[in-house]
């Protein structure tokens, strides 16, 4: 396998100060095991300074660095070049940032919007059980716990819900989740509460079992699978 | 283009501003919410979303002693907190910090925390380095834990809490100078990046939780935005810094990106090799070898590489060795260290069962940060406190740690202080003056710097200095240190801030403008490794993780704290914190061990 590729990258571009959006190309020679987020900063260093994109942790821990690579929503800070070059037999890309919320530079996206269903959805402890008779912890049993641990595992990243069929009127398949997750948990008991989100026209009647979420978590969490579960009234 | 003249936009009046929603700043908010329902918060962060906060890469777990454990007592993680700390943490606040550590497990766990758990389904625990039982006889099992997420969980629930709470965030917003009237902390300056909008937020009480400040290091497990923005603005209001020169480096730090390797691979069994295959640490540490204290088997790593036993990795250039997983049992490479092997396999395209891993020392944490009171109320000198200020986390120094940190302890410490603090502020609160106007003198810092980041003409490039300065601090004011090189980074790091002032921005939006930002994060860097230089050149000895290869052992001439101040670059003034040792003094059960001890494992 080469040490160096050439690679071709267009990039979607926007500038809130003219309100212009365009595609810019660039080229550039790129070793192999470099992340997406690195060829950003080696844009940034050698050739535009004004090139504006997120991250934050930069190892898939966060999920502040999520973008359409092309077409797919991925994580950049974990997309090797060599990855990219098997996985899209191209050494061409485009880049693009996330659909769920608006633009402010670039790839940077406002996230408070998307977040907003997330934080409808209550993801906290509404309601929590009287605690156990001995004053000390909860005592949840690892079976319980392993049957909606997947689900906890969530970074709000948000590939799922830009790659998700459903873009109108829905919750989305992580706030879903995090609505599950609650509802899985055994210390939350305003389970009615969170059923009626659940059930509610934003919620499961707008999922369209696509597995899409599941697809391109890069969790690697079967989001579908609790949804499914949640349509099928299994999860409280 | 010519730059806009700067001003205040407009102005906004929370009871309590935090600055900083990572772990302790939000376990902070929480606690006011609880004890004073209703309170007006706002919160800012850097990030997204304060969710994406650097807590939330925490691996390894928060230690707690839980009182049903029928061996482990709470007085031997005192005392290990102390030894850890090189005999140079704040006796007062180890105890404030550890006594109540379960109780905050629980409040962690009542507010929704997934802990993993025993077959009784109770929190699971697992042990740590430097955790043991019997004042160092055996190993302790006191790590409360999350999977190999423990920081996500903590995360998660303090920011779940908050939003339950009402705290208000704005995000993606940056805290660029604190405001002071009489002496009185009433807010904080505010740019948010989103409409380029300086906003000043009075408050009756501010909190600092900014969190690590490493990244002016060429590998560090820290992420993006930890580059000491805290401390500079700390600095600049002329207050003091603590222990600067307390930087931890982790041994494994993934080369290249730095991402953190955890201890886990070693306890399984991994070797550390240098390019010959030699298994170094045996020669170093026979008995105790790849699994002696962090900081030594940093310091033996850097000798390998610096007598040329190392490796330089092909595509990031860096120097290596080896960490050795390939005689692993295969079981155990798929059920115990499955996550941070997959960090091999993703970021450096290594399979860690059939090839070697390549690992250096990595800047991980700073032991330092702003002092402060017991009660997180940030010191404007050795006695007095300012008032309306308060400071948690990995930001502030109270200082549990000292000068070297136990694992562990970093995610207590947040979630104790940030207690500590809230309760605090809860308290202040009622007859706390009102911050009043915005002060005559508001933007006097900001306003300048960022006009000059504007208008600054020159040949001088961004990347090329923040380049050099992380070579310049990894070799010179790195894992080892002596005076010569000390001297010679103090005068490079002189040369570099004047080179700064000669770059030209491409663009001068003002609007989530990515190169004005760093520019104005390379002053940070810039100004935090500067005091850590002058910090470490004055302490001649060597103490926890600041090892002087011309000072090498614990001088008690050495027995304070640095305290360093710098508001002209350069001209740092040094002075001292002493150190508590109220545990000694109180002279109760085991007292004996709280005193000046060596430190051997
Ligand atoms: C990879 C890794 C693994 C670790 N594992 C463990 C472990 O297992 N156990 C343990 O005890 N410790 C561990 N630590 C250490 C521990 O996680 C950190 O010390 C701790 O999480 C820091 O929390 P914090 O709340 O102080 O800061 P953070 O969580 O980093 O939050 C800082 C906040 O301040 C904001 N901020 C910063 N600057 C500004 C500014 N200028 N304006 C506005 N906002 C600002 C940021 O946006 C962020 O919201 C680990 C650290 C790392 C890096
Ligand atoms: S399964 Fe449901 S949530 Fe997932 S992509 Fe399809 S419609 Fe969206
Ligand atoms: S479910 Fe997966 S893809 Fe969706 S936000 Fe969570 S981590 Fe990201
Ligand atoms: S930057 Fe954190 S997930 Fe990519």
Redesign the pocket.
Known sequence: MPQEYDLTLWISRYDPDTRRSWVQDYRLQAGRILRFVDIFRKINDEQDPTLAWSSSCEHGQC?TC?MKINGK?LLTCELLVENAVRLFKTQAFTVEPLTIAPVIRDLVINMEEAYARVHSVKPYIIQPAPPHPEGDEYRISPKVLETYVDAT?????????TACVTQKNYLG??AM?ANIVRLMDPRETAKQERMDILYSEQGTPRCRTAQA?TF????E?D?AHFIALAKEGRCA | MVAKKLQIDSVLRPEVLIIGAGGAGLRCAAEICERRPGTSILAVTKMYSPQKSHTSTAQGGMAAVDPNDPVDKIIYHMFDTWKGSDCSADQNVIKKVCEPAWEQVLWLERHGMHFSRTQEGRIAKRPFGGHMLNFGKLKACRACYEVDRTGKGIMDTVWAESLKHGVVFLNRTLATELLFRNGRCTGAIVLMEENGKFVAVLAKATVMATGGKTRMYQVSSNCRQNTGDGLALILQAGLPVMDLEAVQFHPTGIVGPGILASEALRGEGGILRNKDGEPFMERYAPTAKDLAPRDLVSRHTMTEIREGRGCIHPDHKLPHVWLDLRHIPEHIHKTRIQEVCGFFRRFVGVDPQTQLCPVTPTAHYQMGGAPTSEFGEVQKDAKEIVHGLYACGEFAAASLHGHNRLGTNSLLELITMGRVVGERVAANLHDAEDPGDVPRDAGQHVFPQFSRYLESCGKERYARIRDELCVLMTKKVGVFRNEKNLAEAIEKLGELKERARHTKLAGTSVIMNQELLHFWELDHLLNVSMVIAKSALARKESRGAHYREDYPERNPEFQYHTLAYMTEYGKVTLSRRPIDMSIFEAGGEHYERFAIIERKY
Do not use: M, T
Request: glycine share 10%; aromatic share 4%.
């Open positions: 999920g999520g929503p595992r969530c970074i709000n990243c948000f590939c799922c819900a398949p992580n989740l979420c391109v978590c890069p969790k969490i989001v």
